[in-house]
Antibody, heavy 116, light 112 residues
Framework: QLQLQESGSTLVKPSQPLSLTCTVS??????????WAWIRQPPGQALEFIGY???????FHNPALKSRVTISVDTSKSQFSLRLSSVTAADTAVYYC????????WGQGTLVTVTS | DIVMTQSPLSLPVTPGEPATISCRSS???????????LDWYLQKPGQSPQLLIF???NRASGVPDRFSGSGSGTDFTLKISRVEAEDVGVYYC?????????FGGGTKVEIK
């Protein structure tokens, strides 16, 4: 059964980069047609798409985040990663990883707080 | 970006009664192959979102048949034929026609 688990820094200082990893288990990360996505949810707010990487390694990210987003895959570790540079308090959110779109399943999410 | 607008914001429901959530997109979600790139998700309290419906009307694996999705072009509907207590949470529509993928603001379903 496909499962995803986020891990990484949960407290980040302003202007520093945020780094998260999603570990994929029960499924091959290189499976044909699979894309791997990151979504976030600020406290009490709606979901926001961050980006995803497709099977060919092409990445699609939210222009609202400008060029701060980097998504990559490490097939040897069955992981994919998110790096968000130059964070501010507005980047405080629960960060989810998911397969897709369509987005399923989702990881349990990890709260990242930007604070000095 | 495609803007997704949901209504209502809040929906009190009685168990056993039907419920309907609407979602409107700022442009058509129909592609040239006739696919509708509209998904529905449910975020139960304290949980991660889960996929309910994909491509407009296809139930995801394990989703009860009391959930159905319909619509075309820019107007979409999620219907619950008979609400159960376990259906409470926030429902989101999401367009997957183009990036950035965009979500509606959510509809909170709660038991009366």
């Amino acid at each position: 059964q496909l499962q995803l688990q986020e891990s990484g820094s949960t407290l980040v200082k302003p202007s520093q980069p945020l780094s998260l990893t999603c570990t994929v288990s029960g499924f091959s990360i290189t499976s044909a047609g699979s894309s791997w996505a990151w979504i976030r949810q600020p406290p009490g707010q709606a979901l926001e798409f961050i980006g995803y990487i497709d099977q060919s390694g092409t990445t699609f990210h939210n222009p609202a985040l400008k060029s701060r987003v980097t998504i990559s895959v490490d097939t040897s570790k069955s992981q994919f990663s998110l790096r968000l540079s130059s964070v501010t308090a507005a980047d405080t959110a629960v960060y989810y990883c998911a397969r897709g779109p369509p987005l399923s399943p989702w990881g349990q999410g990890t709260l990242v707080t930007v604070t000095s | 970006d495609i803007v997704m607008t949901q209504s209502p914001l809040s929906l009190p429901v009685t168990p056993g009664e039907p419920a309907t959530i609407s979602c409107r997109s700022s442009q058509s979600l129909l592609d040239r192959n006739g696919n509708i790139f509209l998904d529905w998700y449910l975020q139960k309290p304290g949980q991660s979102p889960q996929l309910l419906i994909f491509l407009g009307s296809n139930r995801a694996s394990g989703v009860p048949d009391r959930f159905s999705g319909s619509g075309s072009g820019t107007d979409f509907t999620l219907k619950i034929s008979r609400v159960e207590a376990e259906d409470v949470g926030v429902y989101y529509c999401m367009q997957a026609l183009q990036t950035p993928l965009t979500f509606g603001g959510g509809t909170k379903v709660e038991i009366k």
